[in-house]
């Protein structure tokens, strides 16, 4: 048996990674965790089964696998929980150091203005915070549906169709979130201008901890075919005239969409100035819908023109990804909805659903504009002037409760470690002090003076006066 | 005068930076370089005058702060040509390693793929490869252009649109060159995968060091700002009939259809296939036209409905940052076609021409698929269906050459210092080697074995035999 560290890497260095081959190597079938599979004393390994009934996915041979994939489900699950974690605490740093941080002047040509007041500065940041919130009830609500189906599956009640759905939920959100979550975090520090560079912010650990996050538990930019391995099923169905066994699934809402889209009635009576929540939603299912069922065309196309299924699939890679990620945008941006603004188990009062409400616009309207192409292509929006126009309105809604917001997460400055993100705003006094504790500050002047730089100053240190200059 | 040094940062920890203040300090006069501005022995301020004929930018009073502004934009275009070097070390990295990175199995459920073989692998890799290169002639391009206008500020002969010209070409070109080879570069690191968290495929150090680039200089959010101050000048003197004294500035590539777009003929004509590289840089070009004359129409309609000239202004802050970065992409597109596929003084072959051909309709149909909406909204195009496809084909025209293309740059092993970007692609070998050199790995079993993991082992390390297991 040979171990070893895999030695540092960009961040996360206080999980100490290994590496372990085995050569020639007996591992007492005892230290394996048997209770979804056995092996015996003549070392043969075999699956347990089930109870169920027949008509269930339990009984299924494959139930045991069904339940030991939930782990890693649930594993998935748990990283889309923390993406908001992450996001919220990142976001934490930069809003209240964007609101203390002054820079330019407002018209009068007197007052400087804090950063957080320019658009750009909204616009890179107040989506970040409406995801944080959001990938909150995402993760939430992912959690829940796995204990559901986990729960049907063990009992025997579970349909096969939404034991693959779940799956396809959650490895289109851990993609999607995780992409997005570290590249917000990021941005969160640039944001920070020259002082994000600094450790002592806090941002820098906080990003290359994260950074495991998007390539770990199935890497990102593997998982959307799982996403749409389960789809296209989906569509098959829908295109045979079914769809109803999808009730109790996630990828039911795409269901009356993909309907109209397969009988050709796709681009009627759409309203290009659709501001309400419920049309922006319907926007994002359609385009979901459109883009899983142009991969599915796609993908039989290439078939049907000889390609192999390998080559096919290859193929297709790209607009699986893209049709996975604008079905995660769907799945939370209807989740945000639901449990943020509609369930009543929050116990929340109208103002805190009003700014949810304002905080989920805000999200919806930023990936409309960001991926406006998406929209605009087959007719479905005629502009996106009416979204560009409307965002704007929303950074203006949210602005005023950015600090409000992210102090609601009630993250310690212990936990944030940041200079710039304190709780007391007291950022420059936090920055230099934080200088006072390196080891080339201890001395005044610095350990270079003595051994190298005093020959080099005639007089020494401080010796320019106010003589001839 | 206190001085220390700033702290630690995610980053180029190399360079010493400090901070320093100054408490009733004099500086003697002759410290300061005196050549564009002097202080007198009474400690009076004065700009010094440069030579030049009265009709001339340089009789101007400030032609020397435009010549010293001068440095400022050297540094800019000293910032554009490190984007393609970094950039270039980065692919070279990534694209070595998933040519010998193999994952899955093809067709015939026999061979291993290489992960460059999956187009999903390609779509993230080869356009930073093909800007890698367009990045270079546009590095190179610039710096040629800073000295010609240097020059006729110098001898006189700089007509002052010339100046703000290229003040608005280095601002884009170094805002978004460098956002996107950050961006580009992290990509390359994730695309990696679990291999890319490793200090020792040096691309986390390489990405980290980078990073002070999007923020130094002016920050890439605020440098839009200074665009298309410039650029709206253009739009005015385009709207009042005029262009022409634009004739040698970079900005005369988007006043032809400044004046489409003022007359009111901007939709007509366009092919929606249009596969040509002149007509993939005409759509650049009239995008960027288009967007920036939106600005200044959303910046006017703000002023006439009574809003201040700062909050128009800030208003308008995000519609900016978009029409430079169009413009950016325009001007890089352009360069790359006449520099790099033209230009005969690069002394290329055919061959080498078509490759650079190939490339440069890569890297733009990948920015024209990203920002899709930009060239639909309007109705300039009418699908993207065209340019998805041709996308593909890309991809894979460029595929063959893509390791030959990192080997070109020549960048020895000593200076990539990574186990997975080896010009000799023992890759596996590399990275064991590498974690030998770990302190954890010095001795086995590990430091912890003996004063903590020994007593818990029954019998000890390797006590486990084939007994009764």
Redesign the interface.
């Known amino acids: 048996?040979?171990?070893?560290?895999?030695?540092?890497?960009?961040?996360?260095n206080n999980m100490?990674n290994g590496?372990c081959s085995f050569n020639h190597v007996?591992?007492?079938?005892?230290n394996m965790a048997m209770r979804f599979a056995v092996v015996d004393?003549q070392g043969q390994y075999s699956k347990k089964r089930t109870t169920g009934s027949s008509s269930t996915a339990a009984a299924d041979d494959s139930a045991a696998a069904k339940v030991a994939y939930i782990t890693m489900m649930q594993v998935r699950a748990m990283i889309c929980s923390s993406a908001s974690t992450y996001l919220a605490m990142a976001c934490t740093i930069v809003l209240r150091y964007s609101a203390v941080r002054h820079q330019g002047y407002?018209?009068n040509g007197t007052t400087e203005v804090p950063v957080l007041?320019?658009?750009?500065?909204q616009?890179?940041l107040l989506p970040l915070l409406a995801a944080s919130y959001g990938f909150h009830f995402t993760g939430q609500y992912l959690n829940r549906r796995l204990r559901t189906v986990e729960g049907n599956l063990l009992n025997g009640t579970a349909h096969k169709v939404q034991v693959t759905d779940v799956h396809a939920t959650s490895s289109a959100l851990k993609s999607y979130m995780t992409t997005f979550t570290a590249d917000g975090m990021?941005e969160c520090?640039?944001?920070c201008?020259?002082h994000?560079?600094?450790?002592?912010s806090g941002?820098?650990e906080l990003?290359?901890t994260y950074?495991?996050n998007?390539?770990?538990e199935g890497?990102?930019?593997m998982l959307p075919q799982q996403v749409i391995k389960v789809l296209l099923k989906l569509v098959a169905v829908v295109r045979r005239g079914g769809g109803e066994e999808y009730e109790s699934c996630d990828s039911y809402g795409l269901v009356p969409f993909l309907r109209q889209i397969i009988s050709g009635k796709s681009s009627n009576n759409r309203a290009s100035d659709a501001t309400s929540l419920d049309s922006i939603l319907d926007a994002f299912a359609y385009r979901a819908a459109r883009l899983l069922e142009s991969v599915a065309t796609l993908l039989q196309s290439q078939i049907r023109n000889g390609v192999?299924?390998?080559?096919a699939w290859?193929?297709c890679?790209?607009?699986?990804?893209r049709a996975s990620k604008s079905y995660a945008q769907y799945l939370i941006l209807r989740i945000y909805i639901q449990d943020g603004t509609q369930n009543p188990s929050l116990h929340v009062q109208a103002p805190e659903v009003n700014v949810l409400t304002d905080m989920a616009r805000l999200l919806a309207l930023y990936w409309m504009v960001q991926?406006?192409?998406?929209?605009?292509?087959d007719g479905y929006m005629k502009?996106?002037d009416w979204a560009?126009k409307a965002l704007?309105v929303s950074l203006s809604t949210v602005r005023p409760n950015a600090v409000p917001l992210v102090d609601a997460w009630d993250f310690s400055d212990f936990r944030l470690k940041s200079t710039l993100g304190r709780f007391d705003g007291n950022v420059y006094e936090a920055i230099m002090d934080?200088?006072?504790?390196?080891p080339?500050?201890r001395s005044?002047?610095?350990p270079a003076y003595e051994p190298h730089l005093k020959r080099l100053i005639v007089g020494g240190v401080?010796a320019?006066?106010?003589s001839r200059?």
């Not at 171990?3 to 961040?11: L, N």
């Not at 192999?308 to 080559?311: F, G, M, N, R, Y």
């Not at 934080?434 to 390196?438: G, H, I, N, P, V």
């Open positions: 048996v040979t171990t070893g560290d895999i030695g540092p890497k960009i961040g996360y100490d590496y007996w591992i007492p079938r005892r004393e407002d018209g007041d320019y658009t750009q500065q616009y890179r990021e520090r640039k944001a201008g020259g994000g560079f600094l450790l002592s941002l820098p990003y290359t950074l495991q998007p390539t770990v890497d990102n930019h192999s299924q390998h080559d290859n193929h890679l790209v607009e699986m990804a991926d406006s192409g998406d929209f605009l292509e502009s996106m560009r704007l934080a200088t006072q504790r390196e080339l500050n005044d002047p610095g401080g320019a006066r106010r200059l």
